[in-house]
């Protein structure tokens, strides 16, 4: 069995606090195989009975692991068996069942039946055994504490420029592109649209300049979060218009990374309106 060093944690938005652990894993690894323990389910639904929104889908923040370098991922159901589980036997079972040769975690990681378990503990479960591990401090970005809680409330709010300074990296979502009305179409502005999943944040609703990645190719896109209400929309959806594209999008999967907030949605008295302001809407982007 391959030994891994693994650091812990849900990593939801794979911030920079959780950009932290990954490096120092890396690092402690010293050439050796490493990776990522996390949770399929966020773990407040079981010990709070709160099912907080995400600011990734668990498949997304899987790519994202990924693409910071992550060679080995564990995702672990948070069930009533794992919630229960004693700090030190959930270790064990890493080492055991995983091939686990040290960890690392942040100062304020709380694992285990109870939250028992702590980086100190931690620490000390490692000395005894000959582990490696590391504990990475706060991470502080402009004195601001980088926190998934707190990147949540600022997409709530729509400033995606500061969630983006305190992620790392863009607010991503993936999409699948489906068929929708055509109607952009019709006006000369095709739009690509993928669902909005009901677990994540709600992005206010409103145009975003963003970028969207298809297939390897990147086009700088304005991209619509909302329910379309010129055009009577009812589902919640985001529709890109990628500039600089011509070509077919339905069944692809996209990346839309969103960079700033343009404006608030709003209701057109007709398409040519809405024509007019979306003309306005992509030379603020050039």
């Given at each position: 069995?391959n030994?891994?060093?693994?650091?812990?944690?849900?990593?939801?938005?794979?911030?920079?606090?959780?950009?932290a652990?990954?490096?120092k894993?890396?690092?402690?690894?010293?050439?050796?195989?490493?990776?990522?323990?996390?949770?399929?389910?966020?773990?407040?639904?079981?010990?709070?009975?709160?099912?907080?929104?995400?600011?990734?889908?668990?498949?997304?923040?899987?790519?994202?692991?990924?693409?910071?370098?992550?060679?080995?991922?564990?995702?672990?159901?948070?069930?009533?068996?794992?919630?229960?589980?004693?700090?030190?036997?959930?270790?064990?079972?890493?080492?055991?069942?995983?091939?686990?040769?040290?960890?690392?975690?942040?100062?304020?990681f709380?694992?285990?039946?109870?939250?028992a378990g702590?980086?100190?503990q931690?620490?000390?479960?490692?000395?005894?055994?000959?582990?490696?591990?590391?504990?990475?401090?706060?991470?502080?970005?402009?004195?601001?504490?980088?926190?998934?809680t707190?990147?949540?409330?600022?997409?709530?709010?729509?400033?995606?420029?500061?969630?983006?300074?305190?992620?790392?990296?863009?607010?991503?979502?993936?999409?699948?592109?489906?068929?929708?009305?055509?109607?952009?179409?019709?006006?000369?502005?095709p739009?690509?649209?993928?669902?909005?999943?009901?677990?994540?944040?709600?992005?206010?609703?409103?145009?975003?300049?963003?970028?969207?990645?298809?297939?390897?190719?990147c086009?700088?896109?304005?991209?619509?979060?909302?329910?379309?209400?010129?055009?009577?929309?009812?589902?919640l959806?985001?529709e890109?218009?990628l500039?600089g594209?011509?070509?077919?999008?339905?069944?692809?999967?996209?990346?839309?990374?969103?960079?700033?907030?343009?404006?608030?949605?709003?209701?057109?008295?007709?398409?040519?309106a809405?024509?007019?302001?979306?003309?306005?809407?992509?030379?603020?982007?050039l």
């Amino acid at each position: 069995m391959n030994k891994y060093i693994f650091a812990l944690g849900y990593f939801d938005g794979v911030h920079l606090g959780h950009q932290a652990l990954l490096k120092k894993c890396r690092e402690l690894a010293q050439g050796q195989k490493w990776g990522a323990v996390t949770f399929i389910g966020h773990p407040d639904a079981l010990i709070k009975g709160i099912r907080p929104c995400l600011i990734n889908r668990s498949e997304d923040r899987d790519r994202l692991l990924y693409s910071f370098g992550t060679e080995m991922l564990v995702r672990l159901p948070f069930d009533e068996k794992l919630m229960n589980t004693p700090w030190d036997s959930f270790l064990d079972m890493l080492v055991k069942d995983y091939g686990a040769a040290g960890f690392v975690c942040g100062s304020d990681f709380r694992f285990g039946a109870q939250g028992a378990g702590t980086a100190e503990q931690m620490m000390q479960y490692c000395d005894s055994r000959g582990l490696r591990c590391a504990v990475v401090p706060q991470q502080m970005l402009d004195g601001q504490r980088i926190s998934s809680t707190c990147i949540r409330a600022l997409l709530q709010q729509g400033d995606v420029e500061k969630a983006n300074r305190l992620l790392g990296h863009c607010h991503t979502l993936f999409g699948v592109v489906e068929q929708g009305k055509q109607l952009g179409r019709t006006i000369g502005i095709p739009t690509a649209n993928i669902p909005y999943s009901g677990d994540l944040v709600e992005l206010p609703y409103g145009v975003y300049e963003c970028r969207v990645t298809v297939e390897g190719h990147c086009y700088k896109a304005i991209t619509n979060v909302g329910k379309c209400p010129t055009v009577s929309g009812q589902k919640l959806t985001v529709e890109s218009h990628l500039l600089g594209f011509d070509g077919e999008l339905y069944g692809k999967t996209v990346q839309v990374e969103f960079l700033r907030f343009l404006r608030k949605e709003q209701k057109f008295e007709n398409l040519q309106a809405l024509q007019n302001q979306i003309a306005q809407d992509i030379k603020s982007i050039l």
